[in-house]
């Protein structure tokens, strides 16, 4: 198994390019299912994750081929409706791919879907807001499903919570569907906006994307299309809290700052210099970090829960005490047990983390139970004296396309062995 040995201490300086969204390419990959015509998305991030939705897409039998960074996707054939147990199994987000192929091919077969055990993730709004469109969905029993429509038809659906990935599986479906239908207490996450506007260029009629209603009027094809997806904001804002942890000053472009808003404002409560220019985004790191009194996960506007574990490694060397609330998912402190190796002072009551800022971090062997807590203890290994393992780091490969590529490039001393 890989693993990152980091030696701490250094401030991490300079300017990094920021990969694509993976959670804007994921559902963009599974979005070309509802055209029979090419499509050539730009900007996609290498990725793990990436890799299992190429092979489910060509285990359907369309064709997904890397040309640089772009992936162009034909999906003219589509043999086959079972996405297979094991690749459904290995990634949550393939749950995302009921919607397109009940859109093109009206039937599909799959597992209850993988992914972190980081809460108990059901998917129960997906399935109500399929049926809502009309599918008729058999739960069998041992986690298969068997769902298929005849037509889609327009729906007025209200969105209990607002789920990123229902959202985009009813905003998918709804794009053929025959009518309008009205999403309410949609997602706002910035993927959402993304994934409308590739959808569009597609052909496809929705609007109202960033806000908490959507609509989408049907239509009866979509086409090929061009289509460059936005930065990934988890990991920009990962190098933007790593430059304040290490007291650095790091650049991420290109970053839209209203999509780093929520991050932005808790690194300027921080103390941090946040300087903003068309295109990118620069944390300067000012002296020991101020400690925040109450922040909680919630979704966009809110604070993104893909950010809490870096947020709160960073808080490990705060001055003060602070207190970081998980509201999103139910289990994600996982890499709690692994930064306290490290030196910091972390106690979980509930779903709150009550983090009593330390003046040093020392390296350690630490193991990295996710994507995110990974990232976490990598920020926390730069910052420590002294030398740092990661072991479990093809966690990170989901997420980081060029993680300790990035980070050298920031005069960071790591290295994956
Ligand atoms: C997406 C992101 C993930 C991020 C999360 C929250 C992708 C590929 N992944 O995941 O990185 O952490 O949004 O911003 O975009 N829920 C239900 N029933 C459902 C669906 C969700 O109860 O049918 C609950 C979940 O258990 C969770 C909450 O809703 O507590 C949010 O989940 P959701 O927004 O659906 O996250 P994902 O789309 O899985």
Avoid at 75 to 86: K, T
Avoid at 120 to 134: E, T
Avoid at 231 to 251: E, K, Q, S
Avoid at 365 to 390: E, M, Y
């Amino acid at each position: 198994m890989d693993r990152f040995v980091i030696a701490g201490g250094r401030p991490l300086c300079g300017a990094v390019k920021v990969q694509g969204a993976k959670n804007s390419a994921l559902p963009s990959i599974a979005a070309c299912i509802l055209t029979g015509e090419p499509v050539r998305l730009r900007n996609i991030p290498k990725l793990t994750d990436i890799d299992v939705m190429r092979s489910i897409l060509h285990s359907l039998g369309a064709e997904c081929e890397w040309e640089g960074d772009d992936l162009v996707i034909s999906a003219e054939r589509i043999n086959d409706c079972v996405i297979p147990e094991n690749l459904m199994r290995e990634m949550r987000s393939s749950i995302i791919l009921l919607g397109p192929l009940l859109a093109r091919a009206g039937r599909v077969v799959a597992s209850y879907p993988g992914g972190y055990a980081i809460g108990s993730r059901p998917i129960d709004l997906h399935l109500k807001g399929l049926r809502a469109l009309g599918v008729q969905i058999e739960d069998e029993g041992r986690g298969l499903l068997r769902a298929h429509a005849e037509t889609l038809r327009g729906a007025d659906i209200h969105l209990s919570m607002p789920s990123v990935g229902a959202t985009e599986n009813i905003m998918m479906a709804a794009t053929l569907a025959t009518g309008e239908t009205i999403i309410r207490n949609a997602a706002m996450e910035p993927e959402i906006v993304d994934l409308q506007n590739f959808l569009n260029a597609m052909g496809a009629g929705i609007s109202g994307a960033g806000t908490d209603c959507l609509s989408i009027r049907g239509v009866t094809r979509l086409h090929g299309a061009e289509y460059a997806i936005i930065p990934d904001r988890i990991v920009a804002g990962t190098y933007l809290l790593g430059a304040v942890m290490t007291r650095g000053h790091v650049t991420v472009f290109p970053a839209p700052p209203d999509q780093l808003e929520p991050l932005l404002a808790k690194l300027r409560e921080m103390g941090a210099l946040v300087v903003l220019d068309g295109s990118g985004v620069t944390a300067v790191g000012r002296g020991r970090p101020k400690a925040l009194d109450s922040v909680k996960t919630s979704p966009f506007p809110g604070f993104p829960t893909d950010l809490q574990a870096p947020l709160l490694a960073a808080l490990c060397l705060a001055d003060g005490t602070s207190v970081l609330t998980e509201t999103v998912f139910e289990s994600r402190f996982k890499h709690v047990d692994e930064l306290n190796r490290l030196g910091a002072s972390i106690k979980v009551a509930g779903r709150s983390a009550v983090i009593r800022g330390v003046d040093r971090l020392t390296g350690a062997l630490v193991s990295a139970s996710d994507l995110r807590a990974g990232a976490a203890l990598t920020l926390a290994g730069l910052a420590a004296q002294g030398i740092t393992v990661v072991e479990q780091v093809h966690h990170i490969g989901r997420g980081y396309a060029s993680l300790v590529e990035d980070l050298r490039t920031l005069g960071a001393a790591i290295e994956r062995i």
